[in-house]
């Protein structure tokens, strides 16, 4: 399914989805397993990241 590995990383390297409302954010890697980015909508911590859905 990915056929441009580059564009690939640039739409979905840091990015996470809310797995309450679904909102987006960019954000580290890091910090997501830190537990330092909530949502920002909704607070919450649970968070996935932007790839296959
Ligand atoms: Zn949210």
Same mark, same amino acid.
């Given at each position: 399914?990915?056929?441009?590995?580059?564009?690939?990383?640039?739409?979905?390297?840091?990015?996470?989805?809310?797995?309450?409302?679904?909102?987006?954010?960019?954000?580290?890697?890091m910090? !997501? !397993?830190?537990?330092?980015?909530?949502?920002?909508?909704?607070?919450?911590?649970?968070?996935?990241?932007?790839?296959?859905?």
């Amino acid at each position: 399914m990915v056929k441009f590995p580059e564009a690939d990383a640039r739409m979905f390297k840091n990015k996470f989805v809310c797995r309450k409302c679904k909102s987006v954010m960019r954000s580290t890697n890091m910090k !997501i !397993i830190a537990g330092k980015v909530s949502c920002r909508k909704c607070q919450a911590k649970v968070l996935k990241p932007k790839r296959k859905k």
